[in-house]
T-cell receptor, first 112, second 112 residues
Framework: DGGITQSPKYLFRKEGQNVTLSCEQN?????MYWYRQDPGQGLRLIYY???????QKGDIAEGYSVSREKKESFPLTVTSAQKNPTAFYLC???????????FGPGTRLTVT | KQEVTQIPAALSVPEGENLVLNCSFT??????LQWFRQDPGKGLTSLLL?????REQTSGRLNASLDKSSGRSTLYIAASQPGDSATYLC???????????FGTGTSLTVIP
């Protein structure tokens, strides 16, 4: 069953802690993306990767980091430098850049 | 920077009605445009993708049109059903295909 998985579905952290969100796909897609969704705002791009071992900053990369060591995996770390980390985080992939995007179910992160 | 606007923000219609959702964008140099559906607390489900060279795409009761020169796309839903209730998002890919810009969505309620 092909698709994108994100774990966990809900995540709670204390302020000042780093946290890593998982994103895995078995669609054999080259491109992967991380977005953040806040109430009343459209999705905003955090990072994207077009190929293994390469990634680029999106519009709101500050306070986040990523890695792309395997084609299937694109984990996102929310660092303590991110000033307002509480949000719904969505991972997506496409066969290559500019093609149809497929989304995972999302991770809701709450930092208190 | 590309700005994507969706009007109206919310729409309520009786079951069986045909309806149109609107999406406008400021930069006509796009790679493609994609329409999504999002149910509360869930990820996005791809509905239709229109390449920049295309004028429209159809899938079942859905028809999406694209007028690049005027920076507009519409999503037409025929014979609406309560199961169509969701938020509909449009996303525009930059001319390089690297980045996608999302509107804030139209929340649709179909009343039985």
């Amino acid at each position: 069953d092909g698709g994108i998985t994100q774990s966990p579905k809900y995540l709670f952290r204390k302020e000042g802690q780093n946290v890593t969100l998982s994103c895995e796909q078995n669609l054999n897609h080259d491109a992967m993306y991380w977005y953040r969704q806040d109430p009343g705002q459209g999705l905003r791009l955090i990072y994207y990767s077009q190929i293994v071992n390469d990634f680029q900053k999106g519009d709101i990369a500050e306070g986040y980091s990523v890695s792309r060591e395997k084609k299937e995996s694109f984990p996102l770390t929310v660092t303590s430098a991110q000033k307002n980390p509480t949000a719904f985080y969505l991972c997506a992939s496409s066969i290559e850049r500019g093609y149809e995007q497929y989304f995972g179910p999302g991770t809701r992160l709450t930092v208190t | 920077k590309q700005e994507v606007t969706q009007i109206p923000a919310a729409l309520s219609v009786p079951e069986g009605e045909n309806l149109v959702l609107n999406c406008s964008f400021t930069d006509s140099a796009i790679y493609n445009l994609q329409w999504f559906r999002q149910d509360p607390g869930k990820g996005l489900t791809s509905l239709l993708l229109i390449q920049s060279s295309q004028r429209e795409q159809t899938s079942g009761r859905l028809n999406a049109s694209l007028d690049k020169s005027s920076g507009r796309s519409t999503l037409y839903i025929a014979a609406s059903q309560p199961g169509d209730s969701a938020t509909y998002l449009c996303a525009v890919a930059s001319n390089t295909g690297n980045q996608f810009y999302f509107g804030t969505g139209t929340s649709l309620t179909v009343i039985p």
